[in-house]
């Protein structure tokens, strides 16, 4: 077993993290408009709350069925070696192992979708080779078992607390169908922090331009909205070459995107307040799409949307926003680290635009392609696993969460003394709902051709309306039949 005293290192890169994490300005940490509920949880200690616990030198193995191991990191190499993730994730499991007398193993398979299918053969033979599963939702991995009878419920285990800080709220409370609840996400995996949909701001083009708005407090303020954000990129865009095309490799833009795909419309949709499926208290899924609500967000985000041409669809990272080509660009958090992490000029990190001021928090469509997904194989002992699971993902969200904000930005200091609290806000918004997973009917695609103008609104939710319902009701039907 590893030893506690291998925690000090850790420690002390901890309090130096947690030390040099400034907020906005002088702002309270306890803003209404994101959720964030640092300052009261800080008062509040959930490994207390779970007591003392001995099992007795029980393994614990979490399968990591990873689709990226390289750059989805949700596990360490068995020592300190001075990497963000792997040195705090193994100053996690010693804590782990030494507070409980646990043994923490790892079982690593390339690919969700094989992982997946280890994970269904393990419970099928019943064998028990995996308590904990991280993986995506995609490809046959996650959402497909859930529908399988391979998952355990996960609002039965009574040491989750699923509605905390430390897990996703907001998919809680949407990705329930029926009382059952088969994966969520949380600080329990550092991919998580990789996974949000956000908005980059390049803060020195903002400044040649002459936008002195202070985004920040716009943010705090609840008016970080669709409107903000088309008063300041309007009439930006510049034809560089005057080829009579907007592209990523030589002109420059107000806002650039990847163009008109289904996630683009359900980042933007998704944080505009726009649910695509809701679970109804009788077992349910509906469409919410269809409404005069939708179609006055699709019209008002249109206007934001640019026709761009690019060779490879990560050039708008790559290229346009990292050479100083882009005022504002809306991509997932990794784009960080994976693309702007030679990026000279300094950005800032925001949540995804509101609808209007009226929506309550900011939301942050999460990507389901991620590897930060947990589930718990059905025939696990969910005591065992539903008590090491929170203990970790608790820890996790306390010592770890502050170096999201360094490994976001790939530096020792942020680059920018906001970005701190602003990724909070993004990470305590993470969303998703069940049509954010599955394309029911094709009604993403339909909204991202509306989006890019290819299509016209009610008659092609009309079109669709009856492959949507019945794709739903056998979904929940399957749902409900675990």
Known sequence: MKHFTKNLTLALLLAAILASAAACGEANSNI???????????????????????????????????????????????????????????????????????????????????????????????????????????GGSLGTLATEGILANLTEIDALSLGESWWSRLMYDNLQLGGKMYYTTGDISPCMYQMAGAFFLNTGLCEDYGIDTDFCQLVRDGK????????????????VNADGKMHANDDFFGFIHQNYSTTTAKSLLGGAGINLVDATSDGTLVSNVNNEKTLAVLENTARLMTDVQYDNQNDIMSKTFAEDRAIAMMHFTSSASVYLRDMESDYLVLPMPKADEA???????????????????????????????????????????????????????????????????????????????????????????????????????????????????AFADAWNNQ
């Open 224 to 239: 970080w909205t669709l409107d903000a954000v088309y008063s300041f990129i309007q009439d930006k865009n510049i034809d």
């Open 359 to 473: 929506q309550e928090t900011y939301r942050s469509y999460a990507n389901p392609w991620m590897d930060a997904f947990i589930a718990v194989a059905k025939t696990a002992d969910t005591d065992f696993v539903g008590f090491v699971t929170e203990a970790m993902a608790y820890y996790s969200y306390v010592n770890v969460r502050p170096l999201a904000y360094e490994l976001t930005y790939m530096t020792k200091t942020s680059r920018d003394e906001n970005s701190a609290e602003m990724l909070g806000i993004i990470f305590d918004n993470l969303y998703l709902d069940f049509g954010c997973i599955t394309d029911f009917g094709t009604q993403s695609e339909v909204l991202a051709n509306v989006l890019a103008g290819k299509a016209e609104f009610s008659s092609r939710m009309a079109a669709i309306s009856d492959p949507l319902k019945s794709e739903l009701a």
């Open 32 to 138: 209404s408009e994101s959720g964030d509920t640092s300052t009261a949880e800080a008062e509040y200690d959930r490994l207390a709350e779970l007591g003392a616990k001995d099992f007795g030198g029980e393994t614990f193995t979490i399968l990591d069925a990873n689709d990226k191991p390289a750059t989805h990191i949700n596990m360490h190499s068995g020592e300190m070696n001075g990497d963000i993730v792997n040195d705090a994730l193994f100053g996690r499991d010693s804590f782990m192992e030494e507070r409980y007398n646990v043994n923490i193993e790892y079982v690593q398979i390339t690919g969700g979708k094989a992982g997946a299918d280890a994970l269904k053969a393990s419970v099928l033979a019943d064998d028990d080779a995996y308590d904990l599963c991280i993986s995506v939702l995609m």
